[in-house]
C-alpha cells in the first residue's frame, strides 16, 4: 500500500502561482510513475502532469504545457506541482495518484485507470 497526502491548494487570483505538494508514505519503493489528476465541477477527472520516479521524465497536458512544473523529491518521497500564470479554468480539486509497476497492461500513467493509489485531493480555486 502507497498512501499519499495533497497540500498545497488554496484561493489565488488569475496570473498568481501555487505549488501542490504530494507526500507519499509506505510501500514507496513500489512507486513506477506519479501524476497530477484535477476535477473541476460538473467535469470528469482529467490528466494534469506525470513524472516518472526513477528517471524523471515528465509529460503534460496541453492545457497546462509551459505554465506547470512537476518535479520530484526522491529523498522525500514527495511529488510537486509548480503553477504559474494561473486561469480561471484550473479550478479544480487536484489528486495526486501512483503508478506501480505493472499495475495496468491497458492504461498507462495518464490514465485514471492506470493508477494504484490515490490522494484524497486538494482544492485549487482561481478567482478571476
Known amino acids: 500500500q502507497v498512501q499519499l497526502v495533497e497540500s498545497g491548494g488554496g484561493l489565488v487570483q488569475a496570473g498568481d502561482s501555487l505549488r501542490l505538494s504530494c507526500a507519499a508514505s509506505?510501500?514507496?519503493?513500489?512507486?513506477?510513475?506519479m501524476t497530477w489528476f484535477r476535477q473541476a465541477p460538473g467535469k470528469e477527472r482529467e490528466f494534469v502532469a506525470a513524472i516518472t520516479w526513477s528517471a524523471g521524465s515528465t509529460y503534460y497536458a496541453d492545457s497546462v504545457k509551459g505554465r506547470f512544473t512537476i518535479s520530484r523529491d526522491n529523498a522525500k518521497n514527495t511529488v510537486y506541482l509548480q503553477m504559474n500564470s494561473l486561469k480561471p479554468e484550473d479550478t479544480a480539486v487536484y489528486y495526486c495518484?501512483?503508478?506501480?509497476?505493472?499495475?495496468?497492461?491497458?492504461?498507462?500513467?495518464?490514465?485514471?485507470?492506470?493508477?494504484?493509489?490515490w490522494g484524497k485531493g486538494t482544492l485549487v480555486t482561481v478567482s478571476s
Open positions: 495518484a501512483v503508478r506501480t509497476p505493472n499495475y495496468s497492461s491497458t492504461y498507462d500513467y495518464t490514465e485514471e485507470k492506470g493508477m494504484a493509489y
Open positions: 509506505g510501500r514507496t519503493f513500489s512507486v513506477y510513475a
